[in-house]
């Protein structure tokens, strides 16, 4: 049942993400969210999501995220986690396509309403011989 419901969310971010909608991003995650993406600085709560999202406004034109090799665990009634990797098409507004490979971490809640992201991490993948001693 848990991957339908990170299937489900994933298809809500990219939907947001085929337009870079910041708002409609952010609107995917709790309100207090903390999200780690792959810009350094640690974004805690919705509205420092969407300013994370919204970083980016000036260079894309949208982005497909998929979710893959995913390992989920339930962490209790309502809450699960998935961690796993993520392939990502940016689409630069200058017609630049850059592909990458992340790794990704969700904890994903249900709220009265619908399953929201709690706490999101990506990191970038270390090339080899890159690793630590």
Do not use: C
Request: hydrophobic share 45%.
């Amino acid at each position: 049942m848990h991957d339908i419901i990170l299937n489900e969310i994933q298809q809500r971010w990219n939907a947001a993400a085929a337009t870079w909608d910041s708002k409609a991003l952010a609107r995917i995650y709790t309100s207090d969210a903390v999200f780690f993406g792959l810009l350094p600085r640690l974004y805690v709560g919705r509205p420092q999501v969407e300013e994370y999202f919204s970083s980016y406004e000036d260079t894309l034109r949208g982005v497909t995220l998929s979710l893959v090799d995913q390992t989920i665990r339930s962490l209790g009634k309502g809450v699960f986690m998935a961690q796993g990797f993520g392939n990502i098409v940016n689409r630069h507004l200058d017609g630049t396509i850059l592909r990458n490979r992340v790794r990704s971490s969700f904890v994903v809640v249900e709220t009265e309403d619908e399953w929201l992201i709690a706490l999101h991490h990506f990191s970038s993948l270390m090339s080899a011989g890159s690793g630590m001693s």
